[in-house]
C-alpha cells in the first residue's frame, strides 16, 4: 500500500465535518484509503454496486439509525442518491446528541448528479477532497519513468510488465465508456466517446477548440461540451484555465486540455514503451501534463492553476496563485539542460510572480538566473507540500519564497 498525500487532510476533515464526500476515478484508491483511515475506530463498510449490500439499506433509515455510533463508508454512493435527504436528518439529529463530526464517508466517481444533490441536501454539513492517481511524493523517484508510462492508477503502475500494464489501462478505458460512463450521462456511444477522448489525447495540453473537435467527430457544438464537461466532472481530463487580469494584454481566453493521466494517455494513443513514447510527438505534452498532475496533487488546498499566455508570445506553463496572493511561474523543460525562452521572461515582466521555477528531469537544484531556479518534478512537489524544516534541507527557504509554505 502506498502512503496517500491526502491520508492526513481526510482524517482532520472526518474529525470536523459530520459528511465527508471523497471523490476519484474508479481504481484510484478511494477505498483503500477509506479503510486505512477507518481502521482505528469502529466503522461499517458497504458497497453499494454489492446486491447483498444494497439489501442491508432497505429500509435505509433503520440500518444506519443502528450505526450512529459508528463511521459509515459508503462506497459508490452514486448508487444510492436518495440516502441524501435521509442522510441529513441523521447528521443533524447526531450534532444535537453531541456527536457531530466523522459520521459519514461517501466514495464515489464525482457524477454531477450525486455532487447536485449532496450539496443541496447537506450544504454545511459536508466537505469534499478529491483523491487524484500517484504521484512522485507517493511512489519514491525509484519509479518516475514507470510512473510516467504508466500512469498514477495502482493496478496500472504494479502490474508486472509494461504489456500487462498496458492491457489493464485498455480494459479501464472499455470499462469506463461501456459501463460507467452511461450511469452519469446522457447515453453515449461508446465507440464515439471513444474516438473523442483519443481526439483529446492527440492534442494534449492544447488550446481547446471545441469547434473544431464537434467538426472532426461530426456533431454540433454543444454536443463536444458536453462531452467535455462529462469527462472532467469524472476528473478524468482537466481544462486548465487562462489567467485574467487587467493587464492591458491581449491574452488567450481558451483553456488547455490534457488527459489528466498519463497512462490512460499513452493507452489512447497505443504507446506501451518507453521506447515509444519517447519517439512519439506527444512525449513533450505527456511529461508536461505529468508533471502538473503531480504538483497539484501535491499542493496544499487553496492553490489555484492556470496557465499565462498572451498574443504577443509571453507565456508561463503553470501558473500557481496561493491564497495569500503570490504568484508562482513554473515552467516545464524536459531536457537536462534546460533554457528559459524570451516568451517566460515576457511573461514574468507582466506578472512579477514571487517564485520562478523551471522543472526539469534531472535531479540536481540549481540556479538558472538570479531569480529563476531549476529543480527535479519530485523536488518541487516537496517544496509545495513541505514543512519550514524540508525547505531549508533543500535550499529554498530565504528572501523571495512564497507565503504559501
Known sequence: MFDRLLEPLLRDELAFSPAVALLGPRQVGKTTLALAVARQQPHVYLDLESERDRSKLAPAELYLEGHLDKLVILDEVHRAPGLFPLLRGLVDRARRNGQGA?????????????LKQSGETLAGR???????????????????????????????????SDA???????????????????????????????????????????????AQLARNLGVDAKTANSYIDLLCDLLLVRRLQPWHANLGKRLVKSPKVYVRDSGLLHALLGIATREQLLSHMVVGASWESHAIESLLSSAPQGVTAY????????????????????????????????????????????LQPTRKWVVYPGQESYLLAADIQAVSLHGLCEVLRGTKADLERLGFLGEGKGKGN
Open 102 to 114: 466523522g459520521r459519514y464517508l461517501l466514495l464515489g466517481s464525482a457524477s454531477l448528479d450525486v
Open 126 to 160: 459536508i466537505a469534499y477532497l478529491e483523491l487524484a492517481g500517484l504521484n512522485v511524493l507517493e511512489t519514491g523517484t525509484d519509479r518516475q519513468d514507470a510512473l510516467w508510462l504508466r500512469g498514477g492508477f495502482p493496478p496500472s503502475l504494479q502490474a508486472p
Open 164 to 210: 500487462r500494464s498496458l492491457q489493464w489501462r485498455e480494459n479501464f478505458i472499455r470499462t469506463y465508456l461501456e459501463r460507467d460512463i452511461p450511469q452519469f450521462g446522457p447515453r453515449i456511444a461508446a465507440e464515439t466517446l471513444r474516438r473523442f477522448w483519443t481526439m483529446l489525447a492527440h492534442h494534449q495540453g492544447g488550446l481547446l477548440n471545441v
Open 307 to 350: 496557465f499565462y499566455r498572451t498574443s504577443g508570445g509571453a507565456e508561463i506553463d503553470l501558473l500557481l496563485a496561493w491564497p495569500g496572493g503570490d504568484l508562482w511561474a513554473i515552467e516545464f523543460k524536459r531536457s537536462l539542460s534546460p533554457k528559459v525562452e524570451r516568451g517566460f521572461h515576457s511573461a514574468c515582466e507582466d
